[in-house]
């Protein structure tokens, strides 16, 4: 993990395009409303709502490239494309990405206040 | 109009997307309204009035193809601008967003100047659209405006069965002779009104004017269930509005105004004529050249109203007719039946 997990082009563009504040409060509600997404699409596979599947795939991967984070944003695109057609292959995408989240949720954190 | 602000909505399911496209467009000097579905997104179009709205497509409860149909189904809000911001997927859905008349698509994370520019052009096409409206809404009627509305302007008529009118006002020349050109334009002013309210009154459609003359249908652009009765009522009522008009003090010693009246009915050809550019709503065929030759023929039997067979028969009940025979009409190969209105009152 040497490379930020957060293409910091993309955030100072954001940054500057509507403010500094205003990207620490979005980091901050992000925070607050990326783990439901997660959790969201284990909930949606356990029940194999694909709609919900796909949505929850779909604002995290929009979310995750707002702030620069395109790894993190070509994973959720992954599952958004397949949705839940392969079971066996999201259950291992479900964990790389929550495992991909946490380091890129400090580095948004560490970026907001720099 | 983007330098003044607009008002907008922004639905989005996603609060992250949602506070930042209402602080992008903020900071562009728009004021933002946020709902968080479809559904919402609906509810709050339908209770206050918006400038633009930005739809994203993924959203639980009703998704944006869903509220696109409700939109063009609503006659209020079919005309709304909506921009379509979205990071799907799925190419169809955008197309099907484009046909079902979203006016832009903007790939989400949206960029901020595409966002500006794609705003101002859709908000530029509402404000020429508004404005085009407003002139159509002045200078034609508003059955006419309204067809318009819900067909579109297209060149080109269709037959119907309607009952064409003309009127005009009996020796207007030598009244315009005797009078100060603004007493000419007030009395023609006046004169308009009162045949105005008469005739659409009873459902009727003034489309011509000119100088002191008249041509109204009844039954066209929008269909009425008894178009001969319907002309006959407004031509009784033209004639006792003009005679209350020359009661009025104010025309004290000036010459009262008479008109004549000429009522047919049958098959016209009814639509928009003209050219792309500058076009007018009009009928033509038979009965509205006997209309024409009947106005004109009120001049010569002293009569203030004149309706032909067709017209009479359908509206017998309306009031007592004289028979006048058949006449032969300039332009006309086969005579003409011509009745009189009985108005109860001579025509000088």
Redesign the interface.
Known sequence: MNESPIDVATYRALQEATGKDFVSELVETFMQEAPGMLADLRDARAKSDADRFRRAAHSLKSNFNTFGAHTLGAMARELEIKGMTDPACNEAALDALEAAYAPAAAALKELGRG | MAETGARLLVAD?????R??LA??LE?QGHSVVLAENGRVALETLRREPFDLLLLDI???EMDGLQVLEQLKADLKLRDLPVIVTS???ELDKVVRCIELGAEDYLH??VN?VLLKARIGASLEKKRLRDQQRELVRRFATPEVAQDLDSSGFALGGHRIEATAMFSDIRGFTSIAEQSRPEETIELLNTYYTLMFEAISGQGGVVNQMVGDGLMAIFGAPLPLADPCGAAVRAALEMIEMIELYNCEPERAGKPSIEIGIGIASGNVIAGYTGTQRRATYTCVGDAVNVAARLEAHTKIVRRAILVDGATRGAASAECEFDSLGALALKGKEQEVEVFAVQTGRKVR
């Open positions: 399911d996603n609060k992250v997307n506070l930042l602080r992008s900071l993924a959203m639980p990071a799907i997927e989400k994370p901020p």
